[in-house]
């Protein structure tokens, strides 16, 4: 896939309802470029699966499937498998992870996948409180600190995607410090209909409140934006409670292997569902 056809895409899961971020498709590709495939017939995209493999190389041991879209006028013809078979072809010999609709659980589990936990979408409006501490704008000085939290918080080494992901256009992103050092960090990023928060990274609910605060104190009253809230982290469930925010649809967070080990007491907000 190039970056015209991934537009397309991305096109094709706002239809579906999934929101994406206006300026997904950089930092998308930045993951690895060889693991968005894009299904053609006679010249024309029909379907596509993401199957990034997350590191400075493409033999990681870590990948995560999203973007598995058929085009709806064309389903049911076996284009899709075709499509996922391509795509964990890619993903050989990694462990890999996928977010799931709670109807899709089943086709995922016998294709090897079990569910670990939900994630949940919650939903909020204009800003929240003033922050209680003093994030940070992050910059090239903070670099090698923000790898370390990203680190703890995600499976694999994600740097290319991560500085896209980062230094985005209509987005924002807030470090936190305690001690002269970054210990936490979150992204907002404009997506087709309001905002969405991830990835939210923090050593405690008062760090990810302080992060999500600044992250959203400037927008206005009536602006929405979204977080998806994993349910490994039971301090994060409480943080979206306590703020009375709206809460959506679920996904299942999936692995095909053995669950990876990082730091979920440390995810507050998941980065994106397409690629975890």
């Known amino acids: 896939m190039r970056a015209p056809e991934l537009e397309v895409v991305l096109g094709w899961a706002a239809e579906e309802g999934w929101n994406p971020g206006l300026h997904d498709a950089a930092p998308f590709l930045a993951a690895d470029p060889a693991g968005f ?11 596509a699966i993401a199957c990034p493999r997350y590191g400075t190389g493409y033999g990681t041991d870590f990948g995560f499937v999203g973007l598995y879209l058929v085009r709806d006028d064309l389903r049911g013809r076996g284009l899709g498998v075709r499509l996922w078979e391509a795509g964990h072809a890619h993903l050989e010999g990694a462990v890999s992870a996928l977010d799931s609709v709670d109807a899709q659980v089943s086709n995922y589990e016998r294709a090897g996948y079990r569910a670990e936990a939900h994630t949940y979408r919650y939903c909020g409006q204009g800003p929240g409180g003033a922050p209680v501490g003093d994030p940070v704008a992050p910059t090239e000085a903070h670099w090698r600190e923000l790898l370390e ?26 470090a936190a410090q305690s001690g002269g050092r970054i210990v936490g960090f979150g992204v907002r990023r404009r997506c087709r209909v309001g905002h969405k928060i991830g990835p939210l990274f923090a ?7 302080s992060l999500l605060d600044g992250l959203v104190g400037d927008l206005q009253l009536d602006e929405s934006w979204w977080i998806d809230v994993p349910g490994t982290n039971p301090d994060a469930i409480a943080l979206a409670e306590a703020r009375d925010l709206e809460p959506g649809f679920r996904t299942a967070r999936m692995y095909r292997g053995q669950a990876p080990e990082y730091d979920r007491s440390s995810v507050f907000g998941v980065t994106t569902l397409e690629l975890g």
Do not use: K, N
Not at 39 to 46: A, K, N, R
Not at 203 to 209: G, H, I, K, V, W
């Open 37 to 47: 495939l894009i299904g053609l017939i006679d010249g024309e995209p029909v379907g």
């Open 149 to 174: 939290v990203d680190r703890r918080g995600f499976p694999a080494r994600r740097h290319a995607f991560l500085r896209l992901w980062i230094d985005r256009p209509q987005g924002r992103a807030l």
């Open 203 to 209: 050593p405690d609910r008062r760090s990810a409140e």
